[in-house]
């Protein structure tokens, strides 16, 4: 056995014996006997401090060694009982735990550990989530919403659903919203208020996955995540670190089974007869202002962190934010170009790396040649010259565009997650800007209002290279 296995095998030990937040002789005579069978020492255990509950578990799971997950599961569930009971907070971790390490557990998924951030999710909280919309899944949600609901909170999990969320919103009396949120937030403008309406009630699962979940709790395994529920299952320190984690259970149009199976694999595990739930639910002209509730509408409310659209206009040689009524300031008419050149690729991105294959080159070098030519295009429509538009196939000229571009989104502090409006770079090469595209529009001297980007002259003309 490798010594990373070892240091893993303590981090999980580690966080099951804090997990209910008490230490007792059983525990520790159960630890001794697990140091003395994995020959976990000292520098071990000093060692597994700077490693996450889920970067254990994928070293256990990735190890290869014969029986070692079987046998590892079977010590973790003696250590929950060492004391004579099995507490809620420790059979959240047991049921992600068997999850990953039981090769015949029903439910698939995969554990989740990121630095805790300031938007804090409540442990046994269980939220539905999505990258894209699922119409099946949804719509097994909305037919068995009570049921999952109630599966859920008798087990002592709290199922969180956004469609609900803003249902309940959209539902109530406008005026009566907008004399709530004017209370929450006093100093906002008539104008803020509406435009905080508007945002809210258009907020969707994948907006909420993307914006919050991603961005703002940096859980950026959701960004192209299946149909899951994501639990929280517990906070624990790396280092002097507080993160956060999660189990990701993957779920379809049955999900109801999945939710009726995995209440009865974890209610197995509990000692106790006995579980205190909440029951608080919003009303119809109630709402809940704690916990995730205010949370969630913070964001909104909160005004230094502002969900701009954002405005092409060709014609003035600007990229505009109107909601922070801002403009990318320091950029020449090549920036302006590469970067709503970015917006009309959009999930596509760019890659400018060369292949390695001999085989490869040639359809590279004609993908090259397209996107060299719509850049050129937008670089025109821009006001200047077609012929005069840098090669951007070029690495010693195409670096310094992109960093002249990213400093300049990055100044747009005001913005709400400001990076999503940057150049990100993934980890094939692709470069692209993670903006939904019902966000950008564009200026055109034949229309009064800007009009989507897609619907656009622009877009038209460059796409169609």
């Known amino acids: 056995m490798k010594k990373s296995h070892k240091v893993a095998i303590a981090r999980i030990f580690a966080d099951l014996i804090k997990a209910d937040r008490i230490v007792d002789a059983g525990e520790m005579e159960c630890w001794r006997n697990v140091c003395e069978k994995y020959a976990i020492d000292r520098d071990i255990r000093v060692e597994a401090r700077k490693v996450s509950f889920a970067q254990a578990l994928d070293i256990i799971c990735n190890s290869g060694v014969v029986g070692l997950k079987e046998d590892l599961l079977g010590d973790c569930r003696s250590m929950t009982v060492s004391d004579g009971f099995c507490a809620h907070s420790e059979a959240m971790l047991m049921i992600a735990l068997a999850t990953q390490l039981d090769p015949y557990s029903p439910l698939h998924g995969e554990v989740i550990s990121t630095p805790r951030a300031n938007f804090n999710i409540d442990i046994a909280t269980a939220l539905y989530v999505e990258s894209e919309p699922d119409r099946l899944t949804n719509e097994a949600i909305h037919t068995h919403y009570r049921s999952i609901f109630k599966e859920l909170q008798l087990a002592g999990f709290h199922f969180v659903y956004i469609p609900k969320i803003i249902d309940h919103y959209r539902n109530t009396e406008p005026a009566l919203f907008k004399d709530i949120l004017s209370f929450l937030a006093p100093s906002m403008s008539d104008s803020g208020l509406d435009s905080t309406y508007r945002s809210l009630l258009g907020m969707t699962t994948g907006n909420f996955c993307k914006d919050l979940l991603c ?57 106790a007869d006995t579980l205190v739930i909440n029951t608080s639910e919003a009303r119809a002209t109630q709402f809940h202002f704690h916990g995730f509730y205010k949370q969630l509408l913070d964001i909104f409310l909160v005004r230094r962190n502002i969900r701009s659209t954002i405005r092409l206009n060709p014609y003035k040689e600007e990229i505009f934010f109107p909601e922070i009524d801002s403009k990318a300031m320091g950029l020449h008419r090549r920036e302006r170009a590469l970067y709503a050149l970015l917006l009309c690729q959009g999930a596509d991105g760019i890659n400018f790396d060369p292949p390695k294959s001999a085989d490869e080159m040639t ?103």
Do not use: W
Not at 420 to 427: E, F, I, L, Q, R
């Open 215 to 271: 961005n703002k709790c940096g859980i950026t395994e959701l960004r192209a995540t299946l149909p899951s529920l994501l639990i929280k299952i517990g906070n624990s320190f790396v280092g002097d670190d507080q993160y956060a984690n999660y189990l990701r259970l993957e779920v379809d149009e049955d999900i109801l089974t999945t939710v009726q199976t995995f209440v009865d694999r974890f209610s197995t595990m509990l000692s």
């Open 363 to 465: 359809r590279y070098n004609r993908r090259m040649k397209r996107i060299q030519e719509r850049y050129a295009t937008i670089y025109e429509i821009f006001g200047g010259e077609k012929e005069l538009a840098p090669d951007l196939s070029v690495p010693e000229i195409r670096r310094p565009i992109f960093s002249c571009l990213r400093r300049s989104i990055r100044n747009l502090k005001a913005l709400y997650n400001p990076e999503d409006y940057n150049v990100s770079k993934a980890t094939d090469g692709v470069f692209s800007v993670h903006i939904e595209p019902e966000l950008i529009y564009v200026t055109q001297l034949d229309s009064k209002a800007p009009v989507a980007l897609q619907d656009s002259e622009l877009y038209r003309r460059v796409m169609a290279i």
